[in-house]
């Protein structure tokens, strides 16, 4: 495959676009999580994240491309997407897999980082539960997306520069792994914590 050159007219404003619906990620989430300890104020910081992404990122190229595809519709939203879609085709393509994955993504895991999100603020039992779900959810829907593509030789990938392979396709990708990887270790330690202090309690009623 031949080297893409890495800046195109869009690059610049899709990378400010996520950057900017980061900050606006922190502001709702510390907003949101003021009186909570910091370790699940950032939980709330990631998940207001994760469900921006998903309900309009990725929300609208579900709309695009069950209407059309990316490549051929217009707008600020699809050009970010043409953006991503140099080091992965199939994102501008309307590739099948990758739009039934988007369609359980936006719905499913959009609802549960929501749901997720009162859960901790409300201090509800069903917290780690509904974590645990979603964080599966988002792995399974990375593993997913580019498994099938490294069986058959990774033909839709470009990873001719540091842009497309190291930003685009290993960071953008990688944080949906690293960090429910991180919260479902949070579930299990507090899961783990709370049946501990279960059995101390019936322990010392038995005895």
């Known amino acids: 495959m ?32 003021r009186k909570l300890p910091t370790v699940d104020r950032l ?35 699809t050009d970010l997407w043409k953006e991503y879609s140099r080091a992965d085709s199939r994102w501008g393509e309307s590739d099948p897999t990758i739009v039934s994955l988007e369609i359980l993504t936006v719905v499913v895991d959009g609802l549960l980082a929501v749901v997720l999100i009162y859960a901790i603020l409300a201090k509800k039992h069903y917290r780690h539960y509904v974590q645990i779900v979603l964080c599966v959810c988002e792995i399974y829907g990375g593993w997913m997306t580019f498994c099938p593509e490294w069986l058959t030789g990774s033909p839709s990938l470009d990873t001719s520069n540091a842009l497309f392979l190291w930003v685009y396709l290993v960071f953008f990708n990688g944080i949906w792994v690293v960090i429910p990887g991180a919260l479902m270790w949070q579930s299990w330690v507090s899961l783990r914590d709370q049946h501990a202090k279960l059995e101390g309690r019936a322990k010392g009623k038995r005895k």
């Open 2 to 33: 031949e080297p893409t050159a890495s800046l195109s007219a869009s690059t610049l404003p899709s990378l400010a676009f996520a950057a900017l619906l980061f900050i606006v990620s922190i502001v709702v989430g510390y907003g949101l999580g």
């Open 43 to 77: 939980v709330v910081v990631w998940l207001v994240y994760d469900a921006l992404t998903h309900f309009i990122l990725e929300g609208a190229f579900l709309y695009y491309s069950m209407v059309a595809t990316v490549q051929t519709s217009d707008g600020f939203l």
